[in-house]
Nanobody, 121 residues
Framework: QVQLVESGGGLVQTGGSRRLSCVAS????????WAWFRHCPGKQRELVAS???????TYADSVMRRFTISRDNAKNTVYLQMNSLKPDDTAVYYC???????????????WGQGTQVTVSS
């Protein structure tokens, strides 16, 4: 079955950096777009960044020019490099497989367990 395993979360100070990884198995990694979502208690899940099969990327306004999504098809891994972190970035981060059509990302129901990122002020 499909398994997505996120890692790289932790506690970081404001202005710091963190790199999240998501390793996928049981899925044809290269055939999907991939995305990172985040969720904070009391808020809706937010699409943070996505990357298409061809490597085109999109970002939420809140993380533009601070976060970078990338993929390594040979390693079945999608990454999220997070720089200049702010307390508002505190959340559980999830990777997700999906499709991109007309520039819009649509998620499939493939989710990992998430990794907690906490940014201290």
């Amino acid at each position: 079955q499909v398994q997505l395993v996120e890692s790289g979360g932790g506690l970081v100070q404001t202005g710091g950096s963190r790199r999240l990884s998501c390793v996928a198995s049981g899925i044809m990694f290269s055939a999907y777009s991939w995305a990172w979502f985040r969720h904070c208690p009391g808020k809706q899940r937010e699409l943070v960044a996505s990357i298409t099969i061809g490597g085109s990327t999109t970002y939420a306004d809140s993380v533009m020019r601070r976060f970078t999504i990338s993929r390594d098809n040979a390693k079945n891994t999608v990454y999220l490099q997070m720089n200049s972190l702010k307390p508002d970035d505190t959340a559980v981060y999830y990777c997700n497989a999906g499709f991109t059509r007309g520039g819009t990302y649509s998620s499939k129901d493939y989710w990992g367990q998430g990794t907690q990122v906490t940014v201290s002020s």
